[in-house]
């Protein structure tokens, strides 16, 4: 016997459990944005879940625009523009690349850095996840290395084909060069470490 | 009267030929129930259907079986795919309370198993693994360590494989461990996955040429 | 002598199967500790639908009460500390971490006048955020590099957790 207690609960495991169904309401949306909005954004959310692109990050910029006082239309546009660079993320890392990949290769184009560095990045370490490499790259930006300049020290890394570690430590050295007031144009700032004579032992 | 719990085995999978023993590293239990299944007591097939339906009758004990049942052999796959215990651990854990929740769902409850499975692979991509390893020795052996004299060597093998499974792309190393380890056919991995056989094959080839090339040396020498 | 490297490249990949397939028995208490997390919700659905009238079954409410949070071990989550020096009297953190509400996740004074602090559970991942100051002032953590992105013109940082 089918209660509307039952329906409903039914209702919820279907959305949460079928393969292919639309991308389940985000209550989220519903609850902080006005009827308009939620409705905008989830239309992008559904997009995103159909053309199997991560949606969190969309709705997490959605609630950031909400936070920030932004007007309805900035909220849109800046959920849609998010949507394009995921998808332009994919168009450069390929098919295979996971949600957070392609997050952080959305994040990597909105710093202004190109597609082109993302498919060059891909070509060179195409079987190893390249989120940190990524973060990394869009780091360097924004702690105003030139984009170029990081570029090329990141696809140095790759090509020679040195572990996450070793990216984040380029980073960490950036980082504190910048704090000691260093320029970021200066050259030995952002090219890599020598290459170690062999991994130390428990190195990932 | 409850029936006895009965844990399965890891099916028989395609395996190159130099690995001769199928049965290797099944644990005794495993292999027990594989012989009461051929002398005709009971078909493992049944038992999760009848697990099921009583699950959805109110016995919990009954999907205690069935998480028993699985718990480890697809731990397994989920302890390869994310690389240490304790993501394989909250994966199973999530993916047995997903199961319990749309178990109605589960249209054929006889293949309960593959139905699960297909929950355990989705939970394992969309898990974030840890970045940097943890690599104390010894941190995550299973316990079936072998004897004396080349438990160092051996120690260093498993490690090995270990980090060169984490620097394969996860869908790379998805697909290496579904047709190596698992020994599932390319049409089976098709429909768990989503992805076409052209493309799984692909990944399954890179995968193991990727593994060859970062575990040449450690092996040979 | 392709022969000999094709045979010599089977026992390669065969050896490193043979390991993979070696078994990996995990935690029983997996089970009880599901177990207990159906118990526990299976009581509170109960309780809630005793409580409250057939109208309130909206979508959303069964769904966050049927799905989730289910109880999360701790494993893969890292603990973070964020600290930061700021004249004011309410600090609160804001961020892709607690869906960017400012009421979630207040930082709290420590013995050094001026300085807060809060500690954060969080998985591998990229977050942004900001320091919202006394309810009206943002400001970028100075110890994270700057979000290279503000699409709302905020002060913004990201924190990498790896």
Known sequence: MSTPRTLALRAVWLLAFAPGALAAQDHRLTERLDAATAEGVQRVVDSAHAEGLPTEPLVQKA????????????????????????????????????????????????????????RQLHALRSDEPLTVPIAVLTDLVAEGVPPDQATRAVLDLARNGRSDAEFMALRKRVQTERRRGASADAGPVVRPAAPPAADPPGSP | MREPLVLSTQRDSPIPSSVTDPSHGSPPAARLSQERVERGLFKVSDRDAVLVARTLDGDLGAFACLMARYRDSFGHYAFHMLGNREDAQEVMQDSFLRAYAALRRCRQPDRFGAWLFRIVVNRCRTVRRRLHRDWRLGADLPDNV???????????????????????????????????????????????????????????????????????????? | MDERHEEAQ?????????????????????????????????????????????????????????LGPWPSTAGGARQVQLRLAAPASHVAVVGDFNDWDPAATPLRPTSNPGIWTVELRLKPGRYHYSFLLDGRRWVRDPVQPPAAESDFGTPMSVLTVS
Do not use: C
Not at chain 1, 72 to 87: E, K, M, N, P, T
Not at chain 2, 166 to 195: H, Q
Not at chain 3, 12 to 18: E, M, N, R, S, T
């Open chain 3, 10 to 66: 089977d026992r390669l990949l065969g050896d490193i199967v043979a390991e993979l397939r070696r078994p990996v028995p995990l935690d029983p208490s997996v089970d009880s500790r599901v177990l207990a997390a159906i118990r526990e919700r299976g009581a509170g659905r109960r309780r809630w639908i005793a409580g409250t009238g057939a109208a309130a079954l909206a979508a959303g409410i069964v769904l966050a009460l049927v």
């Open chain 2, 146 to 221: 072998p004897a004396a004299g080349d438990a160092a060597a051996a120690l260093e093998w498993r490690e090995e494989i270990a980090r060169a499974l984490a620097r394969l792309r996860p869908r790379y190393r998805e697909a290496f461990l579904l047709r190596y380890v698992r020994g599932l056919e390319y049409r089976e991995m098709a429909d768990l996955t989503g992805a076409n056989e052209p493309t799984l094959r692909m990944r399954v080839k890179r995968a193991a040429d990727r593994l060859r090339e970062l575990l040449q040396d450690v092996h040979d020498g």
């Open chain 1, 63 to 118: 609630l950031e625009g909400k936070t920030m006082g932004a007007t309805s239309g900035r909220i849109q546009s800046a959920v849609d523009a998010l949507f394009g660079r995921l998808a332009e993320a994919r168009a450069a890392l390929g098919r295979d690349a996971s949600e957070t990949e392609l997050t952080a290769g959305a994040g990597a184009l909105r710093a202004g850095l190109d597609a082109g560095s993302l």
